[in-house]
């Protein structure tokens, strides 16, 4: 008999796929034939030509899941989905494809059936969260982020959704809390789900490599023309700043891990930021000179170094400023794209899992492993019955 867990989450960016990454590798060592589908997804990508849901792509690549696409990512919304379906263009059974998906895991030992969003998402296409869990017959499992009140008011909010529609909350999961700040954080979430019968399963710690991308990722992300190489590309990023203000106010917001998306033809901004690294780069004399040349522009101190910038607008600066940029060593890319674009994506790329982040996946695995029980976890799920 197959068992089943339905993972949701109470919001984007709560790190669903992190819990489901790590329960994965927990069952598969747990020596349980796992499986993995995501029945409805919003972010579509090819691979290998063949369409299908990020999550599923990133699963099948770490696990090496034998189940093709059309299995693993039955439905998946692309641009342009919603409004065919509101218009009537869409004919087909989304439900039976669902349903007809579900049916090749029947020689699994256990079944991790992943949603997307809260437990309301996919309404609009008649398949929310709740509606394909009360189809497949799963008990749902809700992941929220740290803090006290908001994620137990999330948790309860997504658990009266699924329950009115005849699904059983097996219980939450609190991710990113800041365990060490905040003694006796698990009890006290444990005591306030239990006075709506939501069991809490687990609590995982704060790591900021999980919730921050790294150099390597916003290059890859923003697809733009890299300047200067710079750090290494698996530094993490600690802070965002938008260098939209006069330079002085600028270094107020700056630290050793910041990264600044500035307009290219803020060169105030871009030769301070630079000033930064001339000491430790050499190039002290070039880069006084283009400050001193240019309104604005100030000297920093090596001590207010940022980690990198970002030159959004299509406004490229002055060869010379350029070549200050490349000979500085520090981490810059040239794109395209306006400074509230260029921001909305790396703000996407936010918690993102990568398959090509080895670290961040072996770090994920060992904190599920950790610091999750996976015997109740186990324990609530309910076997499937397949239409």
Do not use: C
């Not at 004919?91 to 949603?115: M, P, S, Y």
Request: net charge negative; glycine share 12%; aromatic share 4%.
């Amino acid at each position: 008999m197959v068992r089943q867990l339905y993972l949701a989450a109470t919001g984007q960016n709560r790190g669903k796929t992190t819990v489901s990454l790590g329960l994965v590798d927990g069952f598969r060592r747990r020596g349980l034939h796992t499986g993995f589908i995501k029945p409805v997804g919003q972010r579509t990508v090819l691979d290998g030509g063949q369409p299908a849901d990020e999550d599923a792509v990133l699963m099948k690549s770490i696990f090496d899941l034998p189940e093709p696409y059309s299995v693993m990512s039955p439905v998946h919304i692309p641009r342009g989905f919603t409004k065919a379906y509101i218009a009537g263009q869409v004919v087909e059974d989304l439900g039976a494809r669902i349903a007809a998906a579900h049916r090749q895991f029947a020689d699994h030992e256990l079944l991790l059936i992943e949603g997307t969003g809260h437990a309301g998402v996919g309404a609009v296409v008649g398949l929310s969260n709740a509606v394909v869990a009360a189809m497949l017959g799963a008990p749902a499992v809700i992941v929220s982020e740290g803090g006290v009140g908001r994620p137990i008011d999330e948790i309860v909010l997504n658990a009266s959704h699924f329950q009115a529609h005849g699904v059983r909350v097996a219980g939450a999961i609190v991710n990113k809390v800041r365990v060490d700040e905040q003694p006796g954080i698990e009890e006290t979430l444990r005591r306030g789900l239990a006075r709506h019968g939501i069991p809490l399963l687990g609590v995982l710690p704060y790591r900021p490599i999980l919730s921050n991308p790294t150099l390597g990722m916003i290059e890859e992300g923003v697809h733009g023309r890299v300047v200067s190489q710079g750090h290494d590309p698996e530094s993490v990023i600690g802070s965002i700043a938008i260098g939209a203000m006069e330079p002085h106010h600028m270094l107020e917001r700056v630290g050793p891990t910041t990264l600044v998306i500035v307009p290219g033809d803020r060169e105030d901004v871009i030769l301070t930021l630079t000033s930064a690294h001339a000491t430790t780069s050499g190039i002290e004399r070039l880069v006084e000179g283009l400050v001193e040349a240019t309104p604005g522009a100030i000297e920093a101190r090596p001590d207010q170094r940022a980690l990198g910038m970002v030159l959004t607008g299509g406004y490229e600066p002055r060869p010379e400023v350029m070549d200050a940029i490349r000979r500085s060593g520090m981490f810059a890319v040239f794109v395209e794209d306006d400074t509230y674009t260029v921001a909305s994506e790396i703000h996407d790329l936010l918690v993102k899992t990568h398959a090509a982040d080895a670290g961040k996946i072996e770090l994920i695995k060992a904190l599920v492993w950790e610091g999750l029980k996976l015997t109740p976890i186990l324990d609530a799920a309910s076997d499937a019955v397949f239409a």
